[in-house]
């Protein structure tokens, strides 16, 4: 028969063990809340990076304060060259036809491209000199709807984004700016006929040239 006296002593050595088993346990949770909360703290890193660059590089945030803003009293259609006053122009009189919108390896007649901006076009012109590279962002822009790309050798800057009465010049084919001018111009509250086609309209000069 056991000794009575045996009896605490076992006692004891179960609630040691079961003190040991809880001081584990609790050690375990802390183990596996530092794990996730340091992965929780990387996952907030990254998105907090990625928000962070997306926020940078979006052109909403673009400062378009140089863009040069025009009025044009008229707007009616004529056959003639015109002379204008901007190059590339921004409005004014204009062929009845409007020019289709697209991206061209040659230059487009100003009478007709006028006309397309009067839809909501946005035109982005530059010297036949400017880098393959730029060409070809230009060139991407222009793969959307309501968007006119060609070279203009007569004008003064490398580039020119041009809408109605809205017009900005740049040293460079910067991506970021440009589509915040798209943005903010293309089918914009400054045209006169927003909604109308940019298609199914000319690519022959029609221009009753002398």
């Not at 809340?33 to 940078?56: E, K, S």
């Not at 901007?86 to 991206?103: F, K, L």
């Not at 709807?145 to 004008?155: K, N, T």
Request: charged residues 20%; negative net charge; aromatic residues 6%.
């Amino acid at each position: 028969m056991p000794r009575p006296d045996r009896k605490p002593a076992a006692t004891d050595r179960a609630a040691k063990a079961a003190k040991i088993q809880k001081a584990g346990a609790a050690a375990e949770r802390r183990r596996g809340a530092l794990v996730w909360g340091g992965a929780a703290a990387v996952v907030v890193l990254i998105v907090g990076a990625v928000v962070f660059a997306v926020v940078r590089d979006s052109p909403a945030l673009v400062d378009l304060s140089a863009v040069e803003e025009f009025e044009n009293a008229g707007a009616n259609h004529v056959g003639e060259p015109i002379d204008y006053d901007q190059n590339p122009p921004v409005g004014g009189p204009h062929h009845p036809a409007w020019w289709n919108c697209g991206v061209y390896a040659e230059e487009v007649p100003k009478e007709h491209a006028v006309h397309s901006l009067e839809h909501g076009a946005v035109w982005l012109t530059y010297r036949p000199d400017l880098p393959a590279d730029q060409v070809e962002v230009l060139t991407e822009l222009g793969g959307e709807d309501y968007m006119l790309v060609s070279p203009l050798a007569d004008q003064d800057s490398p580039v020119v984004a041009t809408a109605w009465d809205h017009q900005l010049t740049l040293d460079t084919a910067d991506e970021r700016t440009l589509q915040a001018f798209i943005r903010e111009y293309k089918q914009g509250p400054q045209t006169p006929e927003l909604g109308a086609a940019c298609t199914s309209g000319t690519n022959t000069d029609l221009v009753a040239r002398p």
